[in-house]
């Protein structure tokens, strides 16, 4: 088990000790996370050590976006909130902060970003040479832009109190943001959106016992969690509910998903889009027969309207369909699967019959391990900008910050996700493992070179199949992919 599955694993149980003395909306589990967080420090200890330093109350600034009001609920919150106001994911983040700004004597501030998943506002001021924020929080969807010109971005490897080895850290993302020597972005625990953007699969309980079907954790647990048990499944439950022959929106269906369902099936079924070579250039790897295979199986189980309500078919009908359409049946028992991202638990709060969350499936059961990834849109990566001349308490800032949200706000966020429901406890942290310890950073999926992600995603609403729609674009893909290694590597 990874450094990071054993901390969340030491963490939870202690929640999930708590939970005899109340549920979700009872106020003794706010006040379990204290325990936690002082059991799991001393843990770390070693790991991480007051840096004994003294900023002089100095205000600290960072890049970021404030959604409260959203209709995901995950939007309600983010690491500068400032006033604890009883929610236990509110708390947590108030928590972390002021322990850093106690620890360091600084003030954690946002600079708001207003222009949604663009990075404008960042590379305007930092063309201008303004230093109004030291760090930021940049969503993934808006990366390619950042690092389309080396100049914007400081190497994190030359700050020199950052170390990003630590377990707060997300080890895959730092791996996949190692590009060409240079380190300008990673993921961890201070990155809220991706820690809860992870893409899974939610089940509704109460159809698995009525229909007879198999227990899921089991499946995960076997290696048997795989597409074909997924499409099994899924027919098996589908019903004509209201017996006119028709397929619609009143049916019974076994999944439903969103317009990048397809892109996630690969890589939960071990196809990446890029790669590694063995000198450490990118290369696009998708044009496999692995893929093709994926995609044919995949696109006769969404597109069959007896069984599957994809989003692009039901989205103009409602005013939210994620809400109006899809929340709406998973709480009515009448959707079996969900596929989209973990925050969505926080939006189910008060669904009566019980849920659980599963990884993606697997090819077959041969793939040793379970993938999944993040949603580009939703999920923020830690940038510097060229411009921070503090770089020594950027990194004391950082650091702490992203130790305490490890040791606050991601159990508690876990706590608010599934504890709070009345499934296996031991079951909700064996899935929340694995999701956090098997994300793909796929390079091909944050630059989307010559579109060719989006060229997935849109084959089910095409005649054509994969490979005649990938050979016509090739050429484009590359030659996208060539441009954006140049410009890595200083060349252009």
């Known amino acids: ?5 054993r901390i969340l694993s030491l963490t939870m149980a202690l929640l999930l000790a708590s939970t005899a003395c109340g549920t979700a909306a009872d106020p003794t589990v706010t006040d379990t996370t204290s325990t936690a967080d002082t059991t799991t420090a001393e843990q770390l200890s070693g790991e991480y050590v007051n840096p004994n330093v003294d900023y002089g109350g100095q205000t600290i600034r960072a890049a970021s976006y404030d959604w409260r009001g959203d209709f995901w609920r995950v ?36 600079f708001e970003l207003g222009a949604a998943n663009k990075p404008d506002e960042i590379i305007t001021a930092v063309m201008a040479g303004d230093d109004e924020f030291k760090f930021g929080m940049q969503m993934q969807i808006g990366m390619p832009k950042l690092l389309g ?32 020597g240079k380190q300008y972005a990673a993921v961890g625990d201070i990155c809220y959106y991706s820690k809860t953007s992870l893409i899974s ?31 099994q499944m899924v027919r098996d439950v589908s019903r004509d509910l209201n017996g006119n022959t028709e ?14 369902s397809m892109a996630y099936t690969l890589i939960g079924c071990g196809q990446r889009f890029s790669d590694r070579d063995e000198s450490g250039d990118i290369e696009i790897v998708i044009n496999t027969p ?8 995949f696109l006769k189980l969404i597109n069959d309207p007896s069984c599957s309500l994809p989003v692009y078919k039901h989205e103009k009908n409602f005013d939210n369909v994620w809400v109006d359409l899809f929340l709406a049946k998973l709480k009515d028992n009448t959707a079996l699967f969900f596929s989209n991202q973990l ?48 770089l020594e308490m950027t990194g004391h800032v950082i650091e702490a910050l992203g130790f305490y949200a490890q040791q ?33 950073y796929d390079m091909a999926m944050i630059f989307e070179w010559g579109g060719v992600v989006n060229l997935v995603n849109k084959l089910p609403l095409k005649d054509t199949g994969f490979a005649s729609t990938y050979a016509a674009e090739e050429s484009k893909i590359l030659a996208s992919l060539a441009s954006t290694v140049k410009t890595l590597k200083g060349e252009q």
């Not at 309980?205 to 997924?230: A, C, F, H, S």
């Open 290 to 297: 692995r893929t093709v295979d994926v995609i044919e199986r």
């Open 1 to 5: 088990m990874k450094k990071s599955a």
């Open 75 to 110: 939007a309600d919150y983010n690491l500068f909130l400032t006033e604890e106001n009883g929610d236990v994911l509110n708390d947590a983040a108030v928590k972390a902060k002021r322990r850093v700004e106690e620890e360091l004597n600084v003030k954690l501030e946002m």
């Open 247 to 260: 397929y619609d929106t009143d049916d019974q269906y076994g999944f439903m998903g969103e317009r990048a």
């Open 343 to 390: 925050y969505v638990a926080l939006n189910m709060r008060d669904m009566e019959a019980d849920f659980g969350i599963l990884p993606l499936p697997k090819y077959d059961e041969t793939q040793k391990d379970y993938y999944t990834t993040t949603s580009s849109w939703w999920s923020d990566n830690l940038i510097i900008p060229a411009t921070n001349n503090e």
């Open 149 to 180: 010109d080396t100049s914007i971005l400081v190497d994190l490897n030359s700050v020199p109190t950052l170390d990003l080895s630590h377990s707060w850290w997300d080890q895959n993302a730092v791996e996949a943001y190692s590009l060409y």
């Open 201 to 231: 699969y939610f089940f509704n309980q109460q159809m698995i016992i009525d229909n007879n079907l198999d227990n899921p954790y089991d499946l995960v647990r076997e290696g048997k969690w795989t597409l074909e048990k997924l499409d």
């Open 408 to 440: 606050y706000v991601t159990p508690a966020f876990v706590n608010e996700t599934v504890i709070s429901k009345t499934i296996r406890d031991e079951d909700s942290v064996e899935m929340i493992n694995i999701l956090y310890d098997s994300v793909i």
